[in-house]
């Protein structure tokens, strides 16, 4: 599972490999399927990004917050889960 920040979307886990995320929104606009979208994680997944040479993302964060020096309220991403009423073990929000 790979958390996300200023995403929206829905899923399904009871749905196939393939169909079970759906509208997909950035600042409240559709993601387009064929367009590319910049990305940064705390942990590289691939070995030709970790062989890079960039910068590691804290670093970007560190300079970005001493920039800006305060964080604006922001709402929590929580995703639209399907079928989570009938599951004892989670609470809706």
């Known amino acids: 599972m790979v958390r996300v920040g200023g995403m929206q979307y829905k899923i399904d886990p009871s749905a196939a490999m393939g169909h079970r995320i759906s509208d997909m ?22 070995q030709d990004a970790r062989d890079s040479g960039g910068e590691p993302v804290w670093e970007v964060v560190a300079r970005h917050l001493k920039e ?15 079928g989570i009423e009938q599951n004892p073990g989670i609470t809706p929000a």
């Open 25 to 46: 929104l950035i600042n409240d606009k559709r993601m387009d399927a064929g367009a590319s979208y910049s990305v940064a994680g705390w942990g590289s997944v691939r």
């Open 68 to 82: 800006i020096q305060h964080v604006p309220k922001m709402a929590l991403n929580t995703p639209n889960i399907k």
